[in-house]
Structures are given as C-alpha cells and as structure tokens.
T-cell receptor
Framework: DGGITQSPKYLFRKEGQNVTLSCEQNLNHDAMYWYRQDPGQGLRLIYYSQIVNDFQKGDIAEGYSVSREKKESFPLTVTSAQKNPTAFYLC??????????????FGEGSRLTVL | EDQVTQSPEALRLQEGESSSLNCSYTVSGLRGLFWYRQDPGKGPEFLFTLYSAGEEKEKERLKSTLTKKESFLHITAPKPEDSATYLCAVPTSGSRLTFGEGTQLTVNP
C-alpha cells in the first residue's frame, strides 16, 4: 500500500543533541513537507520541497535543517539551536502542481521530547 | 496578511445533535480551501476540497460549504466516532498550506 512512513514514532533527546526524523513516501509525489504541531495548536510549516535537491524555508525554519537527495525521502534534523524542540512533528507529501497541491497525505507523526 | 481562523475551539455534542464548524479566511485570490480530520496522536486525514463560492461537498454525515469569506463544516446527526479535531487550510504563497488551529469535536453517546 502507498503511504508515508515516519520514524521513530517517539524520540527522547537530551538538551544539546541533534536528532534526525525520518520520512519516506512511496506515493511518487514530488512535494514533501514538514510541519510542527504543539498542543492545542494548528500545524506550522517548517520546511518544504517541491523537487529533489531543492527545498524552501517555511514559517519556523530556525533550528531545523532538511535534505532532499531522493524523491522518496525528506529527513528533518532538529538541531541544538532549536530552543523549544518538544513537539509533534508531521511529514506530508502531495502532487506539486495543479489543484491537488492542497491535498496532503500525512504520516503518523513523530513525537519528540527533550529531557 | 493571510490568516485562517476556526471557531469554536472546542465543541461538545450529544449523539444525533447536528451542528456546524466555521473556518474564516483572509487570503487574496483563493486557490482552494481544504478540510482535514485529525484523530489524537495521528496525522491529519484529507476530507474535502472546495474551490469556489457556493460549492458544496458531502461525505457521510459531513457537508462542507464555501462562501467568499468562510467555510462551514456541517455535521448531521453525529456519532461518537466523529469525535476528532477538524482542521481547515488554504494555500498561501507558493506551495504553502496555512492551517487554522482546529476545532476539537467531542460527540457523547
């Protein structure tokens, strides 16, 4: 079955450590996204990529980094520079052109807790 | 500034009690409005896309409508399994999708 796989589902990190969240899709979608969700809040865009080897900052990119070396993969690194990294992280993908660009397919999410 | 606002923040209904959720937006040149459902601890699931004022879409007990300034998600005779957070979103600059903060719906049996 096609879909998006995020791992790990739960992650604990000590302050000062970088962590990388994995996101893989087999939907053959060109566009991929990372969102952050805090309790009781909507989704905020961290980074997005419309094509391999290219990505753009979203609204809250500071303290995060991404890469897009393969169409299927869009890993997110939460660096030690991110001041408040504890959150629920969601990866999504979509067709990059046309009217379907807003129809995002989401993974199950990764919950990061900083100890 | 592009904004998406949802109301109410939370809504409690009895099973069978119909109601509506609101999503108001301020964007120039609307390129669609999208509704999602999110269960606790899960990623959002796409429900509907609306593109023009007057358009309506239905799925089971859910019906979405769109005007020039807002969208409504009507829930008819809800069941406990309809309990979830409902999110709306609109495309803003480039490929960005800006989400509202959601309405947390609880349907009691």
């Amino acid at each position: 079955d096609g879909g998006i796989t995020q791992s790990p589902k739960y992650l604990f990190r000590k302050e000062g450590q970088n962590v990388t969240l994995s996101c893989e899709q087999n939907l053959n979608h060109d566009a991929m996204y990372w969102y952050r969700q805090d309790p009781g809040q909507g989704l905020r865009l961290i980074y997005y990529s419309q094509i391999v080897n290219d990505f753009q900052k979203g609204d809250i990119a500071e303290g995060y980094s991404v890469s897009r070396e393969k169409k299927e993969s869009f890993p997110l690194t939460v660096t030690s520079a991110q001041k408040n990294p504890t959150a629920f992280y969601l990866c999504a993908s979509s067709i990059s052109r046309g009217r379907e660009t807003g129809e995002l397919f989401f993974g199950e999410g990764s919950r990061l807790t900083v100890l | 500034e592009d904004q998406v606002t949802q109301s109410p923040e939370a809504l409690r209904l009895q099973e069978g009690e119909s109601s509506s959720l609101n999503c108001s937006y301020t964007v120039s040149g609307l390129r669609g409005l999208f509704w999602y459902r999110q269960d606790p601890g899960k990623g959002p699931e796409f429900l509907f896309t609306l593109y023009s004022a007057g358009e309506e879409k239905e799925k089971e007990r859910l019906k979405s409508t769109l005007t020039k300034k807002e969208s409504f998600l009507h829930i008819t005779a809800p069941k406990p399994e309809d309990s979830a957070t409902y999110l709306c979103a609109v495309p803003t600059s480039g490929s960005r999708l800006t989400f509202g903060e959601g309405t947390q719906l609880t349907v009691n049996p």
